[in-house]
């Protein structure tokens, strides 16, 4: 009657092992690909990552490439218009000489 019941005792604990041996599988397997899951989130959020700096260190480059340009037109129109005002002044003063040169004519006729 004792053997009975050591080898009942030792089959249902024999059971409860293998069983929890199952469950605790099963979970590793579940654990593993939901670890597997967020590696590939994970590598595809650090490509995201990667792909933005790239396009906004290029999209920098380019702010930056476009304000120097803008600064060498400003630069230029500025010299344009110092250019302009002293051709401006120059006509005025050629404007003068030659109406001068032609009330010296007309006195002369």
Known sequence: MQSIAIIFISGVLVLFF???MNVYKSLYKKISEEKKMLADQIEKLEDLIER???????SVSALRDNQDNLDV?????QKIRVENSDLKHKLVVLQ???DELYAQVNTMI
């Open 18 to 20: 293998f069983s929890g």
């Open 52 to 58: 933005y700096d790239k396009k906004s260190k290029t």
């Open 73 to 77: 037109a400003r630069d230029d129109l």
């Open 96 to 98: 003068k000489k030659a």
